[in-house]
């Protein structure tokens, strides 16, 4: 089983600053991706940035320039550094991750969220 755990919710500002983290534990093979998705209140969960084990990252385009995703191979976690918030920046943050197992068997593993607000 592989836990993953998130940090770093809150209150901010708009144009202010967030730092997200996240980090993957327990029975670790290989992991394939961390990302970071988002759900707004009533809006589907959609993808805000991935990073594969390659480096190849991925964003949003509503998030391009502002937010940046990076990664400890060795202690297995990934942040998500965001600037320059907005309102509609408002959701539950979830970091993902994807593991691969042996014979190269994909799944996906969830952590349990954490808010980020973005209100004056």
């Known amino acids: 089983q592989v836990r993953v755990q998130e940090s770093g919710g809150g209150l901010v500002q708009p144009g202010g600053s967030l730092r997200l983290s996240c980090a993957a534990s327990g029975s670790i093979v290989s992991i394939y991706a961390m990302a970071w998705f988002r759900q707004a209140p009533g809006k589907q969960r959609e993808l805000v940035a991935r990073l594969t084990s390659s480096d190849v990252s991925t964003y949003a385009d509503s998030v391009k320039g502002r937010f940046t995703i990076a990664r400890d191979a060795v202690k297995r976690t990934v942040d998500l550094i965001m600037s320059n918030l907005q309102p509609e920046d408002t959701a539950v943050y979830y970091c993902?991750?994807?593991?691969?197992?042996?014979?190269?068997?994909?799944?996906?593993?969830w952590g349990q969220g954490t808010q980020v607000t973005v209100s004056s």
């Open positions: 993902n991750v994807d593991h691969q197992g042996p014979g190269s068997l994909r799944k996906d593993y």
